[in-house]
């Protein structure tokens, strides 16, 4: 048998989770409600956080999968890319845990394990897939060719698609974090009200630095004439961001999937949460007859399943690291 304690703590949550022999028996999640007065994560104020909530966050994981810690057998971790104060704590309490207990210690791509999210759940995705892999810091396209052979076909080039979402909700007076209320304002509006630019870049990266230019300029320039403009047209505005956010996206994702003939086709990361995408996803999918794979929405956002999976499956390749690992705030896919 072989138990996994998975732990989380990339950016501002802090999360906890037991995998027993390939099966997610807690997945425990603390988010920080004090970035919102912010308008988005505060890196110290969240290092903090992970400070109080990492001990009895892992508590919680371990006594809602009815074992003890003396039944952990590894200990895998998120190594990076994140906030690298937030990093700390996770990978301190890692290597302390498995020091203790004197067990093996996985250090784990925050990004690969989005990706890992799919094999939590079934159906499975089969190799080779594609997977979107879109969040607040990033957008990928990625060519998953086994567990950890995972090739980047595709990103963006300035901002990631969560950036853009939450800039436009800071643009539009939404408080943050914005994602999520586009999503949902969008739901009640028009997506051909207003006309937004889509990026012409000829490979598979992505842009959306310019779309976020456009939408400021857009509502600059109405508001001047009316100053009730976002009250009155909030809906068909999120509907219209949404809507050019999602056809960028879905347009390089059917370009990869002609380009590389795969017909298994996913998406991962915190914006995968939006109901536009995964829309759009599955009607796209229909039309090309894909195999489309949509991970349950608490294993979009940060958590700690997808990293104990990730784990698991480095636990079978007997793929260890020593007490000397350090976190990274960048690391290569």
């Keep these: 048998m072989a138990v996994i304690l998975g732990i989380e703590s990339s950016c501002d949550e802090t999360s906890a989770s037991i995998c027993i022999n390939g ?20 890196p110290e104020l969240a290092s903090r956080a992970h400070q109080q909530n990492i001990i009895p966050t892992v508590d919680q994981a371990i006594q809602q999968a009815k074992i003890t810690k ?32 004197n067990i093996p210690l996985i250090d784990i791509n925050h990004m690969q394990a989005h990706i890992l999210a799919h094999f939590i759940d079934d159906p499975k995705p089969n190799f080779p897939f594609l997977c979107l892999t879109v ?20 990103q963006t080039l300035d901002d990631a698609a969560g950036e853009a979402f939450d800039k436009t909700a800071k643009i539009l007076n939404l408080p943050y974090p914005g994602g999520p209320l586009i999503d949902k304002y969008a739901k009640d509006g028009n997506p ?5 630019p889509e990026p012409q870049i000829a490979d598979l990266n992505f842009s959306f630095s310019g779309l ?47 380009q590389t003939g795969v017909r298994d086709i996913a998406i991962a990361g915190g914006v995968s949460a939006n109901s536009g995408l995964r829309k759009s996803l599955l009607e796209m999918g229909d039309n090309y007859n894909w195999r489309v794979f949509i991970p349950k929405f608490e294993y979009c956002t940060d958590n700690a399943a997808m990293i104990a999976i990730a784990g698991y499956h480095k636990f079978l390749k007997g793929e260890f690291v020593d007490q000397e690992v350090a976190p990274l705030a960048r690391i290569p896919m």
Excluded at 23 to 42: D, F, L, M, R, W
Excluded at 75 to 92: E, K, Y
Excluded at 192 to 196: E, G, H, S, W
């Design 70 to 101: 003396n039944d952990v057998d590894a200990v895998a971790f998120t190594r990076g890319p994140g906030l690298l104060g937030s990093l700390l704590v996770g990978t301190s309490f890692a290597k302390s845990f498995a020091l203790a207990r």
């Design 135 to 154: 969040s607040g810091g990033h957008t990928q396209i990625v060519l998953v060719k086994d567990y950890f052979d995972m090739e980047l076909i595709g």
């Design 23 to 42: 099966e997610i028996k807690s997945n425990i999640i603390a988010t920080q409600a004090i970035h919102a007065k912010y308008g988005g994560v505060v």
């Design 212 to 258: 976020k230019t456009a939408i400021l300029y857009l509502v600059q320039a109405e508001v001047k004439k009316n100053p009730n403009f976002l009250d009155e047209h909030m809906h068909d505005l999120c509907a219209s961001v949404q809507d050019r956010i999602v056809t960028i996206l879905l347009n390089k994702l059917k370009k990869a999937a002609k």
């Design 192 to 196: 051909n009200a207003y006309k937004l």
